[in-house]
T-cell receptor, first 115, second 113 residues
Framework: AQSVTQLDSQVPVFEEAPVELRCNYSSSVSVYLFWYVQYPNQGLQLLLKYLSGSTLVKGINGFEAEFNKSQTSFHLRKPSVHISDTAEYFC?????????????FGKGTRLHILP | DTGVSQDPRHKITKRGQNVTFRCDPISEHNRLYWYRQTLGQGPEFLTYFQNEAQLEKSRLLSDRFSAERPKGSFSTLEIQRTEQGDSAMYLC???????????FGPGTRLTVL
């Protein structure tokens, strides 16, 4: 069963426009939620994470995400994108109690920034 | 550089050959993970170690795959009798127990001809 669903495989957006990358998860247990970014020919880098507490999480490079338990979503947003944001973005989840357990990734969303 | 390193970065091999990849985690990180990423997909968990003990293996890890972490530091992932379907990016990550962020290496891209 798919635990993480990223609804959009590709998202084109004009430079300086806002963007939202959607992520839904399926779990009846506690979750820890993450967004990772992968630039071309590079490894994964953590953008932000939700462990507990405030549902609005701020990350690096101006990104933020909101944990919505009722909608089981963790959408990623940025108010104004830059050409350097061109990358693949992965939503991910750790299920259960242990924060150091394996990560389950979504299939990724490729963000295309249009000039 | 104190990040996770992987070697080689690229490997091209012929079907049926054996290959071995190495991962050096961040020092003091006692957990080490291997993931596989195919084109158009997110990374998929393969296996992980706590120190030298291999604690979990995915169903994706067939009998042709073996991973070791003999001294609880670096790890190797070996694929025997490679198949074209093994072509993928193999990612390594490390963390400290009970920590909440896995740090990823740059990956090893395997191409099986």
């Amino acid at each position: 069963a798919q635990s993480v669903t990223q609804l959009d495989s590709q998202v084109p957006v004009f430079e300086e426009a806002p963007v939202e990358l959607r992520c839904n998860y399926s779990s009846s247990v506690s979750v820890y939620l993450f967004w990772y970014v992968q630039y071309p020919n590079q490894g994964l880098q953590l953008l932000l994470k939700y462990l507990s507490g405030s549902t609005l999480v701020k990350g690096i490079n101006g990104f933020e995400a909101e944990f919505n338990k009722s909608q089981t979503s963790f959408h990623l947003r940025k108010p104004s994108v830059h050409i350097s944001d061109t990358a693949e973005y992965f939503c991910a989840v750790i299920l259960g109690r242990n924060r150091d357990d394996k990560i389950i990734f979504g299939k990724g969303t490729r963000l295309h920034i249009l000039p | 550089d104190t990040g996770v390193s992987q070697d080689p970065r690229h490997k091209i091999t012929k079907r049926g050959q054996n290959v071995t990849f190495r991962c050096d985690p961040i020092s003091e990180h006692n957990r080490l993970y291997w993931y596989r990423q195919t084109l158009g997909q997110g990374p998929e968990f393969l296996t992980y170690f706590q120190n030298e003990a291999q604690l979990e293996k995915s169903r994706l890890l067939s009998d042709r795959f073996s991973a070791e972490r003999p001294k609880g530091s670096f790890s190797t992932l070996e694929i025997q009798r490679t198949e074209q379907g093994d072509s993928a990016m193999y990612l390594c990550a490390s963390t400290r127990s009970s920590y909440n962020e896995q740090f990823f290496g740059p990956g090893t891209r395997l191409t099986v001809l």
